[in-house]
């Protein structure tokens, strides 16, 4: 520090520096010029500031230079402009001005004292991004966010309010951006003790609110909250690309409590009067009613639709948590579901029981099938089956087989009057029973006994009707022993003589033979 003729020389440096109010750390201070007047450069852990002072008994002026940079944890903010702080006796202002680094702050009025503080401003083009800690595979959101705040009071006793929307909000869910969702109006009061947040947003077809208080800034600070959705489905854009429909009212409470690190949410929502219609294969639900429920502990869900034969579907499940390594059990019954493809049409009386853990799930079910039409006009070209220690060139390494059979269970099927399969010149009606076992998407075992109650087959130009016929399966679903007789009658023989085809042996070694009656 120099003082010669009245002018001051200052060039300081501090590791702490403190006042009543405030604290500064590894600070640098550098002065020069008469107390009246004179130039500064500042610079401490979290910014710098340079410009000219003036001091007067009733007056004040400091010019801040353009340039003056703020720092808070990771946040940097740089001022866009020059910009005053004035004292005109006991109050201090400061001229309007903004900030700019992860969007825009700015200050439009100011009125400061000894003990009190007014100032409001706005905020513009904020970038946000928020991840979803607790559940990261589920969603993450970015937008922009703008609007008023008015900051009020002293440094024990104060209060912050915005007012800000949205702009261009988007999730991302698993990879999957939804960008369609409208964007959000926020309302925000923080004081000392307290922080309050209330949300919302609209579109034809769409509507959400939630509100969020707490008291205090401390992680162990309780927490409070509700959240209510509803949502018209038909309005939604493209969910998957082979949900053709999607119709019906969804509705959704949920409340918070618990602490700022560790909330509790609980939930409960309904769909009404839903409809549904699933392509490839084709699944048509109407009248769909569900419910749900969720807290901390688990959920469960329970529903039922009508399909479009007028059959009854009915769902129900629960869970222990939300995790892979919760435990789920759930049933499903039908009693008529149709489904369609381009080669078959199949009407199901289905039921199972799935029970699912550590991400493995297991199921133990049975469908009957009471109508169905299956229709093959070609067959897929035979492919050699390499064994599991075998690479095949140019296709990828086996997957470990734990990795394949997650999903594992028995499935028994019961063929009614009407199953009717088409496949090439051949066409039958089916009765019977099977068991399949299932590991992964693959049917690895089949068991039982199917009988042709009858059919027919064209061959060489001749009509033949299918007189008696079995399919047995013993394991291997590719590989099946046949049996299967199909003759004509020829009334000019005296008896009258019956003759055609025996089809029989393993699927991959099928024997034809002529047959005949009495025998020739």
């Keep these: ?79 866009d402009n020059a910009f005053s702080v004035r004292r005109e006796g006991a109050l201090w202002s400061v001229t309007p001005h903004c900030w700019k680094g992860f969007g825009e702050i700015c200050i ?38 703008s609007g008023d705040w008015v900051w009020q009071g002293d440094s024990e006793k104060w209060r912050a309010t915005t007012k800000l929307a949205t702009q ?5 869910m698993q990879g999957r951006g939804f960008d369609w969702l409208p964007d959000v109006t926020l309302a925000a009061t923080v004081e000392p003790d307290t922080i309050s947040l209330k949300a919302a947003a609209a579109q034809p077809g769409l509507n959400w609110q939630a509100s969020i208080d707490t008291d205090g800034w401390e992680p162990d600070s309780p927490v409070r909250g509700a959240l209510q959705v509803e949502v018209e489905a038909a309005t939604l854009p493209e969910i998957h690309p082979s949900l053709d429909r999607f119709d019906g009212a969804i509705l959704a409470d949920a409340s918070i409590s618990g602490t700022l690190n560790a909330p509790q949410v609980s939930a409960a929502g309904t769909w009404k009067e839903g409809a549904l ?36 579907l009915s769902i129900q499940g629960r869970g222990d948590g939300y995790g892979l390594d919760a435990n789920i059990e759930g049933d499903i019954a039908s009693t008529g579901l149709n489904l369609q493809s381009e080669q078959w049409e199949v009407t199901a009386v289905p039921r199972a029981h799935v029970i699912a853990s550590q991400g493995n799930v297991s199921f133990d079910g049975a469908a009957h099938i009471p109508k169905a039409k299956i229709t093959i006009r070609t067959l897929p070209s035979a492919l050699p089956k390499p064994v599991p220690d075998v690479r095949v060139r140019g296709r990828p390494d086996p997957v470990a087989a734990g990795a394949q059979e997650r999903l594992q269970g028995t499935l028994q099927i019961s063929l009614g009057d009407d199953v009717r399969l088409e496949l090439l010149a051949l066409a039958v009606r089916l009765r019977g029973e099977v068991v399949a076992q299932i590991s992964g998407t693959e049917v690895v075992a089949l068991h039982g006994e199917l009988t042709v109650a009858d059919g027919s087959l064209n061959a060489s130009g001749q009509s033949l009707k299918v007189k008696e016929g079995r399919i047995l399966f013993s394991g291997d679903p590719t590989l099946a022993y046949v049996d299967l007789i199909a003759t004509r009658d020829i009334k000019d023989y005296s008896p009258p003589l019956e003759v055609g085809l025996r089809v029989s042996g393993r699927t991959d070694s099928l024997k034809t033979t002529v047959y005949s009656m009495p025998a020739m």
């Design 1 to 79: 520090l120099q003082w010669v003729g009245g002018a001051v020389n200052l060039d300081m440096k501090s590791q702490r520096l403190a006042t009543e109010r405030f604290e500064f750390l590894r600070a640098e201070v550098t002065a020069a010029g008469l107390p009246e007047q004179f130039v500064f450069d500042t610079a401490w852990e979290g910014g710098q500031l340079n410009g000219v002072a003036y001091h007067t008994d009733e007056h004040t002026r400091v010019d801040i230079h353009r340039g003056a940079k703020l720092t808070y944890e990771d946040f940097t903010i740089v001022s």
């Design 108 to 145: 439009d009025a100011s009125e400061l004292s000894e003990t009190a503080a007014s100032m409001r401003g706005r905020l513009n083009d904020i970038q946000i991004a928020v991840a979803n800690e607790l559940l990261p595979l589920t969603f993450a959101a970015e937008t922009r966010l």
């Design 168 to 172: 261009n909000l988007n999730f991302v």
């Design 277 to 312: 219609v699933w392509l490839e294969p084709s699944v048509e639900l109407s009248a769909i009613d569900l419910q749900w429920q969720a807290d901390p502990n688990g959920w469960q869900i329970q529903g039922n639709a009508q399909s479009e034969q007028g059959g009854a």
